[in-house]
DNA sequence: GCCGTGCGACGACTTAAGTCGTCGGAAGGC
DNA sequence: GCCTTCCGACGACTTAAGTCGTCGCACGGC
């Protein structure tokens, strides 16, 4: 793997965009680099924050666990995205667990640097508020699915979003590989993973989708979309 | 009801605390009063965002609702809070719908003068960092509770926040009036009200909790913690 | 090659969650 | 006073969600 350019990951965060060159650089001179292999712990909820992590490279996922092993997803963020920067602003402890979801590569930024930044730049305040009012907006909206939606519907949603993010448009319909285990897609639509089999497979003998090994051809995007629509016992069997 | 004076609510609010009086009179200046009937909606999801809203009085509850009528209840809004600040700092629509959860007055500040503060005083902004983080935090572990938690262990921890919060220490143990109806417990711990009423008989029937009327009375606080602490199908009947 | 392991599929079962209908008490309007 | 309406209580029922055990494939290590 080449050698990544710290910089290159703090200039993606909504954060740092605005900042100069030249700070970015000072910036990353702060910056500790840590290696952190797929499922490995960087922190666990409740331990105290003392930086930013900001993700170079792979997948982190914060979760919540269960002592019975069951996990909820609440986030799962890529090269550019920091984790649990509300921990920052509050001085709080870290409110999830995070865990690495492919090997992955994070910078640490010792908390000072970057509250003295916050404070310094309004442009860099501004960009926090956004960037938490969004992740506010996703909450939202999970709380949403978990409590008015059933697991069906859930599924569909995951699926749709999944198809418009790295789909394909083929004849037979729009194609994409499930990169993840049922195991993955439970903690993340807030279910285990043999109600996401037996989801899947109701969708397939319904004929909205087809699945082959672990590619998913979406073949009715319409009622894919139509199932998403519903909410608990509202929608009668045909 | 005595006319209430803006100035006194808006200095409740966190954002707005650290200003000057002249400051905060000004700003009430720009505020228009909107007295509101229990039950009666300010804003509805979806809904664009063109100011900020203030409870003076009362309370507003924010939430998400269902075709079949079935809600969910993110948040309950009292004197000296802003209800859905979000939306004015990302541009998007309101993310839920806010009904009076009493008689109330909300103060109506528009959006210019709002994002002109912020963008002024950066102790403003911050304020405003810490009121999104702690939203955050609490999305955060209602997620968690719908997902990870059964009805009997939300009904649990509903319970002991009200006896925390309004709870008289007798020498029959602590008790409290049960403000609510069935029907808005459940809104707020994500399920129906025939559930609540089943699971407040269970823990009657099990001598944690005793009630008269709508007075609740916690007979062994030690054990409703406990109900608090479990997960879902990890406890086993007794 | 073989073996272990992790995962998906699937069917049978259990249980929490939710639905429905009925009754009765309390509060409010008139 | 009466009547209506709202709400809680409760029991019977339905169904989604979750659990469990088994099988078999695919992949990685050796």
Known sequence: MAVLDPVDALRRVP????LPEADLRALARHCVVRRIAREEILFAEGDSCEGLYV??????????MAETGREQILTTERAGSTVAELALFDGGSFPATAIAAEDSTVLYLPKREFLQLCRHDSEVAFAAIRTLAARNRYLTSLVEELSLKE?????????????????????????????????E??????????????????FVDRGIIKMERRKVIVLDMAELEAQIAGTKRATVEK
Chains 1, 2 share one sequence.
């Open 151 to 183: 697991v069906s519907h859930r599924l569909a949603r995951f699926l749709r979003d999944r198809a418009l993010a790295d789909g394909l448009r083929t004849r037979r319909g729009v194609e994409f590989p499930l990169e993840e285990t049922n195991q």
């Open 55 to 64: 993700v170079q490279s792979g997948a982190m996922k914060l979760l919540k």
């Open 15 to 18: 954060f740092f965009a605005p």
């Open 185 to 202: 897609i439970g903690a993340e639509i807030g279910t285990v993973r043999d109600l996401v089999s037996r989801n899947l497979r109701r």
